[in-house]
């Protein structure tokens, strides 16, 4: 038995952070129903690296966080729509929506609302900046967050200025804040009996990934600054060229930086290092670096990777993605899963599932991504709906 078998989420989010929320209570378990505009379904769905399945609204990067789902349309301007939601907010233990705005508000299925509704519900929100304070209406991407929040100015390097982390980190930041949230408020209402509202913000998930960043900043009133691959005092911290390519190590202890040293065939700086205070092995960093730098160009990085590792010194080549799925490190983790028997012709084989597992109940697939309204009919059955009823909100545009 999978932790959330059992809790039923309705799912009103789309493009990446709050899809990613439902998609982790998904792999554990939860029926996750995900709840589109039949005129306007996820914008994700058209996004992808296959353009036959972005013009199916089956996109690519639509699949990636909304496997394990079902998915129904429903219009929420019709009446009739409406009433079809409040019926299944009746069964549902999780909502979780990211509206613009007070949209959802404006069409009757704010907090207190729902409240009425479901009084157990776990309510949770999804915006840029928070329900709270002078920004809470504004929009947001992930981009707009990492420039607001210092992310971006602490990345890059002192020629480049600021630089935006490639993949969009602070939406899946976001959504594992959220479904963090979410998992500990079903836990809170299974002692206390209540519900609950949550708000999360991208902004504060941006900070809370920046943790030690921010303390250092509020207690000396001086933000990080981009030094890119290098650290400034640590030369065993830092990328150095090898015969073939990259190689990032991270010495980051005296201890560390000694062994460094012995691998690569300096002994006596290596004892050095062990009698000296860290703050004197920094002041030496630009030399050190140097010597490592003549080093490591010697052999591959893969050979420098085994080495440094096999000598207790964190480091690894540095991998292009495609690299990294196919090393058997991966291969031999659970993070990267089938969906259901069949992929989607020309889609995805795979996708990542969740960064840890279990002894038992592990996260897990068992559906494939849902295609725009594939599970309409079973869901409204389930609530007791008719055929013939599904066939007049069908002809009257409702689903």
């Not at 602490?154 to 939406?171: L, Q, S, W």
């Not at 209540?194 to 207690?219: E, P, Y």
């Not at 799925?325 to 899963?337: C, E, G, I, P």
Request: hydrophobic share 40%; aromatic share 6%; net charge negative.
């Amino acid at each position: 038995m999978k932790p959330l078998e059992g809790v039923r989420v309705l799912d009103l989010t789309h493009v990446l952070a709050g899809p990613f929320c439902t998609y982790q209570l998904a792999v554990l378990g939860a029926d996750v129903i995900k709840i589109e505009p039949p005129d306007n379904p996820d914008m994700t769905r058209k996004e992808g690296v296959v353009p036959a399945l972005n013009q199916a609204a089956y996109g690519t990067y639509f699949q990636a966080q909304n496997a394990g789902k079902r998915a129904i349309t429903v219009n929420l301007k019709d009446e009739a729509g409406r009433d079809v939601l409040r019926r299944l907010i009746k069964t549902a233990d999780v909502l979780v929506q990211n509206y613009a705005g007070d949209a959802l508000e404006e069409l009757g299925f704010g907090y207190d609302a729902v409240l009425k509704i479901q009084p157990k519900l776990i309510y949770c929100t999804l915006t840029g900046f928070g329900r709270t304070g002078p920004k809470a209406n504004h929009p947001a991407y992930d981009v707009v967050i990492q420039a607001f929040s210092g992310l971006m100015s602490a990345n890059g390097t002192p020629d480049t200025g600021p630089v935006r982390v490639g993949p969009p980190m602070v939406d899946y930041g976001t959504g594992a804040q959220a479904a963090l949230a979410i998992s500990a408020a079903l836990l809170q209402r299974e002692r206390t009996g209540k519900g609950q509202r949550i708000d999360v913000s991208m902004l504060d998930a941006a900070l809370m990934l920046m943790s030690a960043n921010v303390t250092d900043t509020l207690t000396t009133g001086k933000p990080p600054q981009p030094h890119g691959n290098n650290h400034p005092h640590y030369a065993g911290y830092r990328t150095f060229e090898t015969a073939d390519g990259l190689l990032m190590v991270g010495a980051w202890t005296n201890q560390q930086l000694s062994r460094l040293f012995i691998a690569v065939g300096e002994p006596e700086r290596a004892t050095q290092i062990l009698q000296v205070p860290r703050s004197q092995v920094g002041e030496m960093a630009a030399d050190d670096a140097g010597i490592l730098s003549g080093h490591l160009k010697s052999r591959s990085a893969e050979q420098w990777e085994t080495i440094l590792n096999d000598a207790r010194v964190p480091a690894a080549r540095v991998r292009t993605l495609d690299q990294a799925l196919a090393h058997d490190q991966v291969k031999s983790r659970r993070v990267v899963q089938q969906a259901g028997r069949d992929p989607a012709e020309h889609g995805p084989p795979a996708f990542p599932v969740a960064a840890f597992s279990y002894d038992h109940g592990s996260p897990d697939l068992m559906r494939p991504p849902p295609r725009v309204g594939e599970h309409t009919d079973e869901v409204l059955s389930e609530l007791g709906f008719s055929s013939a009823e599904i066939g007049e909100l069908r002809k009257a545009e409702t689903l």
